[in-house]
């Protein structure tokens, strides 16, 4: 795979750190890693967006934003308020192809949910990920409610024939509660998806250089890491039952 899109069930659930780690373990490997950040939200001028946060965690070798908007909104939402042009799947699909002629692999980091909207006509990443035929990787949080949020997605992903490379939890608790541990072993069966990753809370206050050395225990062999499902699912089932069923 040359171009993957990180996409999650919503917002604030740790999709920037996840690109991250499946860029430190790429770069790690001797690959060259771009990070593609289509329209940046939230964050001023002279602030540092998620695509720079990527690569200062993962050392991956570039980074490019399409479109950025003061206001903390949906991409569409906050370049109409700003009175800037909003960026569009065909422009995402292009800049893509750009960065992967130059560069091993491409990792395009959405905005919010994959059916957030870009534009005024209605496009999202979705259509983007179609556009560029490149699977998605979704993150999603670990707790109640992710299971919905999670088939939910799947289920738009599959109507529009666009594969679905797997699911990552974004941000593992430190004290996961039932419904966290129980997840590990549901969500692969929401997503009709493997689980290729559970990335701990707090990771992307680490210090780059062990952010990078850590980053591969946090994802499964899919993605170039060593993290294995089967082993967390057993070693977080709850205690009193021996068994998350």
Request: aromatic share 2%.
């Amino acid at each position: 795979m040359s171009i993957i899109v990180v996409s999650g069930t919503g917002t604030e659930i740790g999709k920037t750190v996840v690109t991250a780690a499946v860029a430190a373990v790429a770069t790690a490997a001797g690959r060259s890693v771009a990070v593609l950040k289509p329209a940046q939200t939230g964050v001023g001028p002279d602030e540092r967006g998620d695509a720079d946060e990527v690569v200062r965690l993962s050392g991956a070798a570039a980074s490019a934003e399409l479109g950025r908007f003061p206001e903390p909104l949906a991409p569409g939402t906050a370049a109409l308020r700003a009175g800037l042009a909003p960026v569009g799947p065909r422009q995402v699909a292009e800049a893509a192809r750009a960065l992967a002629a130059e560069h091993d692999l491409v990792l395009v980091e959405g905005a919010g949910g994959l059916l957030v909207r870009f534009d005024e006509e209605g496009g999202t990443l979705a259509d983007a990920a179609g556009l560029l035929g490149a699977p998605v990787l979704v993150v999603t949080p670990a707790g109640l409610g992710t299971l919905n949020s999670t088939a939910l997605t799947a289920e738009a992903l599959r109507a529009r024939g666009i594969d679905q490379l797997g699911v990552v939890v974004g941000s593992w608790p430190a004290e996961p509660d039932l419904a966290a541990r129980c997840n590990l072993v549901d969500l692969p069966e929401s997503a009709a998806a493997p689980l290729l990753g559970a990335v701990p809370e707090g990771a992307g206050a680490l210090d780059p250089a062990a952010f990078r050395a850590a980053a591969g225990g946090w994802l499964a062999p899919a993605l170039g890491g060593t993290w294995d499902a089967d082993a967390f699912a057993a070693a977080q089932a709850p205690a009193a039952l021996g068994s998350v069923r």
